[in-house]
C-alpha cells in the first residue's frame, strides 16, 4: 500500500497534472454516458474540426472569417448533398443486388465445398464439409433475423437518420461561425492554472488535425481510384467495393486484410478461377501497395507515426469499448493518449555526486 500511495503523490503532487486528469475524466464520462444522444453533436464537432483548416487557410489569405466560413460551409453543404443524392443512391441500389445475389452464391459455394471430398479426399472429408455447411447455414439465419428486426424497427431508424442529417450541418456551421465564443465559454470553466492542458491541447491539435484530414484526403483518392480500376475491369458492384476499400484506411493493416475477402468473392462468383481474377487482384494490390508506400508518407509526413502493435492495441481497446465508432476513432484517441504520455511530467532521478564531492565526504 505505501508503495501505491507514494507513486500517486510522486505523479499526482503537481496541481496541473490534477487538472489534466480531470479534464480527460470529465471527457471520458460524457463520451461513455452521453455519447449516444451527443452522436449529431460529436459528429459536428470532427466536421468543423477538418473544415476548420480550410478555413484557416482562406484567412491566411485575407479573407474576412465570416466569408470564409460562408464558403466553406456551402461547399461543404454542396459535397453533402452530392453524397447524399449522387452516391447513396447507387450505392444502396448496390447493396439490394448483392442480397438478392446472395443465395445464388451461397448455393455455388455449397456445390463447390461438396466437390471438395471427392476430389482432395485426403484433406478434407465429408463430415468436415458438413459441419461447415451447418455452420455457414447457422450464421445466415442468424443474419437474416438480423436484418428482418432491423427492418421492423426502419421507421424510427429512419426519423434518427433524419434527424441527423438536418442537425448534423446546422451544429456544423454554428461550430465554425462561434468557434471562439465556444472555446471561450469552456476556458472560463477551466482552472486558471493549465498550462499542462493547454500543451497536451496544442500537440492533440497538431497531430489530429493532421490526422484527420490527411485521412479524408486518403479515403478520397483510395476510393476514386479503387473505383475507377474496378470499373474498368468490370468487376460488379464497382461502386459497393470501392467504398468499402476507402473506408478501409481508417483501419491501418487490419482494414485492407479484412477487405480482400469481400473483393476475392466478388470476383470468383463473377468469373470463377479465371485471368479477370487475377488482374482484380493484382491491381488492388497494386493500389494497396502505393496506398501504404507513397500516398501515407506525402499525407501524414508531419504525424506522429505510431507503432504498428500500438495501432492494433488502440484498434482492439477502442473498438471493445465503443464498437464501429471506436475503431474509427482509435488512431485519434491513441494519438491522444500519445500526447498525454507525452506531456505527463516524469520523476527526474537526483543527481549522481561529483568524483570530488565524493572524495571530500570520505
Given at each position: 500500500?505505501?508503495?501505491?500511495?507514494?507513486?500517486?503523490?510522486r505523479h499526482f503532487s503537481d496541481p496541473q497534472v490534477v487538472i489534466l486528469a480531470l479534464v480527460l475524466l470529465l471527457g471520458l464520462v460524457v463520451v461513455v454516458f452521453f455519447g449516444?444522444?451527443?452522436?449529431?453533436?460529436?459528429?459536428?464537432?470532427?466536421?468543423?474540426?477538418?473544415?476548420?483548416?480550410?478555413?484557416?487557410?482562406?484567412?491566411?489569405w485575407n479573407v474576412p472569417r465570416w466569408v470564409a466560413v460562408l464558403l466553406v460551409f456551402v461547399t461543404f453543404v454542396a459535397a453533402f448533398l452530392f453524397i447524399l443524392l449522387g452516391i447513396v443512391p447507387p450505392l444502396a441500389r448496390q447493396v439490394s443486388q448483392l442480397v438478392q445475389q446472395l443465395p445464388d452464391w451461397i448455393a455455388q459455394g455449397r456445390e463447390l465445398l461438396l466437390r471438395l471430398p471427392q476430389r482432395y479426399p485426403q484433406v478434407i472429408t465429408q463430415q468436415?464439409?458438413?459441419?461447415?455447411?451447418?455452420?455457414?447455414?447457422?450464421?445466415?439465419?442468424?443474419?437474416?433475423?438480423a436484418v428482418v428486426t432491423q427492418s421492423l424497427s426502419s421507421v424510427g431508424g429512419a426519423i434518427s437518420v433524419l434527424v441527423f442529417i438536418v442537425l448534423v450541418p446546422v451544429l456544423v456551421f454554428f461550430f465554425l461561425k462561434d468557434k471562439d465564443k465556444i472555446l471561450a465559454w469552456i476556458d472560463g470553466y477551466l482552472p486558471r492554472d493549465k498550462a499542462l492542458v493547454r500543451q497536451v491541447w496544442h500537440e492533440v491539435d497538431i497531430q489530429i488535425g493532421n490526422y484527420v484530414r490527411g485521412k479524408v484526403v486518403e479515403i478520397l483518392i483510395v476510393g476514386l481510384v479503387t473505383y475507377v480500376v474496378f470499373a474498368l475491369l468490370g468487376l460488379q458492384y464497382a461502386i459497393l467495393l470501392a467504398t468499402l476499400v476507402g473506408f478501409s484506411v481508417l483501419i491501418p493493416y487490419i482494414g485492407a486484410a479484412v477487405v480482400t475477402i469481400p473483393i476475392a468473392m466478388v470476383a470468383f462468383f463473377q468469373w470463377g478461377w479465371s485471368a479477370e481474377l487475377a488482374w482484380v487482384m493484382v491491381g488492388y494490390g497494386i493500389i494497396q501497395a502505393l496506398d501504404g508506400n507513397a500516398l501515407v508518407p506525402v499525407l501524414?509526413?508531419?504525424?506522429?507515426?505510431?507503432?504498428?502493435v500500438a495501432i492494433i492495441v488502440a484498434v482492439l481497446v477502442f473498438g471493445g469499448f465503443w464498437g464501429i465508432w471506436g475503431v474509427f476513432f482509435?488512431?485519434?484517441l491513441a494519438t491522444l493518449v500519445n500526447a498525454v504520455l507525452r506531456a505527463w511530467p516524469k520523476?527526474?532521478?537526483p543527481p549522481a555526486p561529483e568524483p570530488d564531492s565524493v572524495a571530500e565526504d570520505a
Open positions: 500500500m505505501q508503495v501505491v500511495k507514494d507513486w500517486f503523490r449516444t444522444m451527443l452522436a449529431p453533436v460529436f459528429t459536428a464537432i470532427v466536421l468543423a474540426y477538418l473544415l476548420e483548416g480550410l478555413v484557416v487557410r482562406l484567412e491566411r468436415q464439409v458438413d459441419a461447415i455447411i451447418n455452420d455457414v447455414g447457422g450464421g445466415i439465419r442468424v443474419l437474416s433475423q501524414f509526413s508531419e504525424v506522429v507515426n505510431l507503432h504498428p482509435a488512431i485519434p520523476q527526474q532521478s
